[in-house]
């Protein structure tokens, strides 16, 4: 089992729509970070969360520690969201090194 | 914030040859991260550079076949050495940067297709 796990896997929306992915974690973390990725490769940076919630514009990222549990929603999807968003925690004890979910491969039409 | 330049950003090499990625970072950080993407996988930690010292490999990862330079602050190498298809994959380096040293940088990824 791995210790990031996400769902979903894909997930296609039409514009306008609110969206939410889930990442769930294993083990203990220092923090959980959200990544987006374009199909040219890119990675950017979203959310590093260590507790309650966090607002970027239409982006809101949420984390429950007790439960181990993370959701990043979309208010609004727009086609410019298509994207693999990506779940990366902190392991407690690791320093800055990252453990990686599988991601969730979003797509919204227009 | 932290820029992060690769090169190449990609290249088709010959099975058996290697390949040097460099990266370059804007300001200067204490570690550097290389991670590799598989196709269609997630990313994986290949190594931690520390300048003046040894890369840290992960489990499954060997120097020999993936030496790492860390000559300074602001720059690292990583070789893919004596390549095969398997190595087909996007290498991406990466830091930790900012006031709070809490936001995660990375490069804009090098694509290695080995035939």
């Known amino acids: 089992k791995n210790e990031v796990e996400q769902s979903p896997q894909n997930l296609t929306a039409q514009e306008g729509e609110f969206i939410t992915i889930n990442c769930s974690y294993s083990v203990g973390i220092s923090a959980l970070h959200w990544l987006q990725q374009h199909p040219g490769g890119g990675i950017v940076s979203l959310f590093m969360?260590?507790?309650g919630k966090k607002k970027h514009g239409r982006l809101i990222a949420t984390i429950n520690i007790q439960e181990k549990h993370s959701s990043l929603h979309i208010t609004a999807s727009h086609p410019r969201d298509s994207a693999v968003y990506i779940c990366?925690?902190?392991?407690?004890?690791?320093?800055?090194?990252?453990?990686f979910g599988t991601g969730t491969r979003l797509a919204v039409r227009p | 914030s932290a820029v992060i330049s690769q090169k190449p950003s990609r290249d088709i090499c010959q099975r058996g040859t290697s390949l040097t990625i460099q990266c370059q970072v804007d300001s200067q950080v204490t570690m550097m991260f290389w991670y590799r993407q598989q196709p269609g996988q997630s990313l994986t930690l290949i190594a931690t550079a520390n300048q003046g010292s040894e890369a840290t490999y992960e489990s499954g990862f060997v120097i020999d076949k993936f030496p790492i330079s860390r000559p300074n602050l602001t720059f690292s190498t990583l070789t893919v050495s004596n390549m095969s298809p398997e190595d087909s994959s996007i290498y991406l380096c990466?830091?930790?940067?900012?006031?709070?040293?809490?936001?995660?940088?990375f490069g804009p990824g090098t694509r290695l297709l080995v035939l």
């Open positions: 990366a925690v902190r392991r407690r004890g690791s320093g800055d090194k990252l453990t």
């Open positions: 990466s830091v930790v940067a900012g006031a709070g040293q809490e936001t995660q940088y």
């Open positions: 969360l260590s507790s």
